[in-house]
């Protein structure tokens, strides 16, 4: 019996994921989640940022899954998974500019001499 393609397995993990089956939907989380999770690992050194920006894509396609079109299922997480990346960066990024400023700014102690 001959095993069904990657590329027709993904084709009906879609079509299921459309119709809002929920298996389907499993069926992709566990086909792909590790996969994602190193990604994102990879790049932050942050397990808990990475594990929220992996789970924030997943619920994402569940939310818009009537209207997304996704020809490659490998491709669109896998980018998905790269922008929230670039966004979390650029997040901690501003995070640290505004502490460095912060850090920079002395408040005068009040005088108690009066």
């Known amino acids: 019996m001959l095993k069904p393609s990657a590329d027709y397995i993904e084709k009906e993990l879609l079509k299921g994921l459309s119709a809002g089956d929920k298996k389907a939907f499993a069926g992709i989380y566990h ?26 894509v997943f619920a994402g396609i569940w939310i818009n899954r009537h209207k997304q079109e996704i020809q490659s299922l490998r491709n669109y997480l896998a980018s998905a998974v790269k922008d929230r990346i670039l966004k979390e ?12 400023e912060l850090s920079g700014i002395y408040v005068s102690e009040p005088d108690t001499d009066a």
Not at 31 to 56: C, P, S, T
């Open 31 to 56: 086909q792909y989640w590790e996969l994602l999770l190193g990604m994102a690992y990879n790049r932050l050194k942050n397990l808990q940022a990475a594990e929220d920006i992996v789970h924030d």
């Open 89 to 100: 960066i650029r997040k901690t990024a501003l995070a640290r500019n505004y502490q460095k």
